[in-house]
């Protein structure tokens, strides 16, 4: 059974970068478009970034061009480059496949961004 397992999240200040990694134990990363999604407390999980297997990217209003999204498929990796934290960063992160699939989602990995 494939499992997602995302990491590098913290405390951080307003402006502070973090980058998340997210590790998969199958070759799910050269099947499917990656996404990072966020859930904050009390709203719905969103999607803030993905990225095709070819590497073309898009990104949600809130966090374009401060988040940047890339996959090293011989890695089965994801990673997720947050700069110029702010405060509505905070959220639970969680990397999953766009497109309709089987898998369970991972426990996330807590980003709080606060002075």
């Known amino acids: 059974q494939v499992q997602l397992v995302e990491s590098g999240g913290g405390l951080v200040q307003p402006g502070g970068s973090l980058r998340l990694s997210c590790a998969a134990s199958g070759n799910i990363f050269r099947i499917y478009t990656m996404g990072w999604y966020r859930q904050a407390p009390g709203k719905e999980r969103e999607l803030v970034a993905s990225?095709?297997?070819?590497?073309?990217?898009n990104y949600a209003g809130s966090v374009q061009g401060r988040f940047a999204i890339s996959r090293d498929n011989a890695k089965n990796a994801v990673y997720l480059q947050m700069n110029s934290l702010k405060p509505e960063d905070t959220a639970v992160y969680y990397c999953?496949?766009?497109?309709?699939?089987?898998?369970?989602w991972g426990q996330g990995t807590q980003v709080t961004v606060s002075s």
């Open positions: 999953h496949p766009v497109e309709t699939n089987p898998y369970s």
């Open positions: 990225i095709t297997k070819r590497n073309s990217t």
